[in-house]
């Protein structure tokens, strides 16, 4: 089921002396039970493209529907229960304690207050328990290694109880390791709680392996998008990414999914 499409969209920026465009032409849609992941170089217009998904920002042209409504309808109390957002800054949370921080994506539901009801609590607890995390419930967010914050975020995004869960770099930051877990974190919500989860990232290799779509974005090569298998077979891997010096690597990473098809 689509979830979010989008068609003939323009991204970028509206100001006094007119519209300065960041990305145009894109037209594609997110499934549901999918982990999609957003590729491209500093610059192609990548989170500009998560933050117009968001509604952080207006598009301007084209058109974004979710949930086959126009985004541009929805109140922002009505997209809180569709759409969750997990960045990268967590600079204001650094004194919240785990449980807290995951309690506020209860917000869309608990009325101007924000108390918690005995519900609520359960929600918490089950979206601590399905990222792992249910031990961390007391902990301050600075005392956490990188990887632990943005597992408290999924967590906080999971109890958000949205059909979409859009993320910007959420590997950014962790090791090698960390970076595969999480990835594979990402794939088994997607699959076991039936939502639509679209991530940007630069980890192109891990995307490939283990991603069940890939959104190519990229200022001269344009706007692509297609199963891993498939951008690796049509070359359109290598036509992006293709840098002097990484030729082999990167023809090795895509003989690799080849492959293992």
């Known amino acids: 089921m689509q979830t979010i499409s989008i068609t003939d969209l323009t991204t970028g920026y509206k100001a006094k002396k007119g519209c300065a465009e960041v990305s145009s032409n894109l037209t594609s849609a997110l499934q549901a039970n999918?982990?999609?992941?957003?590729?491209?170089?500093?610059?192609?217009?990548?989170s500009t493209l998560l933050r117009t998904l968001c509604g952080f920002q207006p598009l301007l042209s084209g058109s974004v529907q979710i949930m086959g409504r126009e985004l541009e309808s929805y109140t922002k109390g009505e997209l809180s229960k569709l759409v969750s957002v997990v960045l990268t800054d967590n600079s204001g949370i650094r004194e919240m304690s785990a449980w807290d921080v995951v309690g506020m994506g209860r917000s869309p539901y608990t009325g101007f207050w924000g108390r918690l009801s005995h519900h609520d609590e359960e929600v918490i607890a089950e979206s601590?328990?399905?990222?792992?995390?249910?031990w961390l419930k007391d902990r301050k967010m600075h005392t956490l290694s990188d990887g632990e914050c943005q597992k408290v975020m999924i967590a906080k995004a999971l109890a958000q109880e949205t059909p979409i869960i859009i993320l910007d770099e959420p590997?950014?930051?962790?090791d090698y390791p960390?970076?595969?877990?999480?990835?594979?974190?990402?794939?088994?919500?997607?699959?076991?709680l039936q939502k639509t989860i679209f991530l940007s990232t630069h980890d192109l290799e891990h995307a490939l392996?283990?991603?069940d779509c890939i959104w190519l974005l990229d200022k001269q090569q344009g706007f692509t998008t297609g199963?891993?298998?498939?951008?690796?077979?049509?070359?359109?891997?290598?036509?992006?990414?293709?840098?002097?010096?990484?030729e082999p690597l990167l023809h090795s990473v895509v003989e690799g999914i080849i492959q293992a098809k």
């Open 209 to 211: 392996q283990i991603a």
């Open 171 to 174: 590997t950014a930051f962790l």
């Open 227 to 246: 199963t891993p298998y498939d951008l690796c077979k049509d070359g359109s891997i290598e036509r992006y990414f293709s840098r002097k010096g990484i």
């Open 178 to 192: 960390s970076k595969i877990q999480m990835m594979l974190l990402l794939k088994e919500l997607a699959r076991s």
């Open 34 to 46: 999918q982990l999609t992941c957003l590729l491209g170089p500093n610059g192609a217009g990548k």
């Open 128 to 134: 601590m328990s399905l990222v792992g995390i249910e």
